[in-house]
């Protein structure tokens, strides 16, 4: 591929972000304003400046639009980074370094987040008029933690179906949905940040303690290392 038509793609895929932004932008400017009832899709087109064909070539619905998109939500920027950091690790093994670069992804997609307060104070306004949306931002984390498995294992050299892979979705992607919850609940004045990093090292204090392991099926015994105590902000720095 040339770097004209590299470059070329990166222009419109730059384009499909800024319209999917726009209609994200509109669609909860709309609902904070009249209700997810109190207007059309036909009032979205028009005010963002696209066709109804367009609009649903990027949402299904207009929940869907509030939402925003999967892709939006992993910056190539922030994903090339994370992809490095396992760089130096033989493929097919666990990088030594994939806990601290998932807290830094973490903290990475977290300040994307705060660096428009707008967006937040306009998606806040939104679950304040449809409440029951907080139940399909939350639960919408499926799409996005499939495509959170497929770059972890990725990196890691390691199919999509590895237990840590498995267990690095399940774990990080509760912690994430914790800290929405909180975040966007009323009267919260904490940053996504700080009650993000709060929540992860209360994981790590739990998941650092020992613990005594079954039988293995030969019968012998097996015990937990207890030898050393991290410290849950280590790695979170």
Do not use: W
Not at 186 to 191: K, L, M, V, Y
């Amino acid at each position: 591929m040339t770097e004209s038509a590299i470059h070329e793609g990166g222009l419109r895929e730059r384009k499909r972000a800024a319209t999917r932004a726009a209609v994200t932008a509109v669609a909860r400017s709309l609902t904070a304003e009249r209700g997810l009832n109190g207007y059309t899709v036909e009032e979205v087109c028009e005010q963002a400046g696209i066709s109804r064909r367009t609009f649903f070539n990027y949402f299904p619905t207009k929940e869907d639009a509030i939402l925003g998109h999967v892709d939006d939500d992993f910056p190539q920027e922030v994903v090339d980074r994370f992809m490095a950091g396992g760089a130096g690790s033989p493929a097919g093994e666990i990088s030594p370094s994939l806990l601290a670069d998932l807290v830094r992804l973490s903290l990475d997609l977290a300040e994307r987040m705060s660096g428009s307060g707008e967006e937040t104070r306009q998606l806040i306004a939104v679950i304040k008029k449809e409440p029951q949306l907080m139940l399909r931002i939350i639960g919408a984390s499926e799409e996005r933690e499939a495509e959170f498995a497929r770059l972890l294992a990725a990196r890691e050299g390691v199919p999509a179906d590895h237990p840590v892979v498995r267990m690095a979705v399940v774990l990080l992607g509760n912690v994430a949905r914790k800290t929405s919850a909180g975040y966007f609940s009323e009267g919260s004045t904490r940053t996504y940040k700080d009650m993000l990093l709060e929540n992860i090292a209360a994981a790590r204090t739990l998941f650092s303690q020992p613990f005594d392991l079954p039988l293995d099926p030969s019968g012998s015994h097996q015990s937990a290392s207890k030898n050393s105590q991290p410290n849950p902000s280590e790695g979170a720095q």
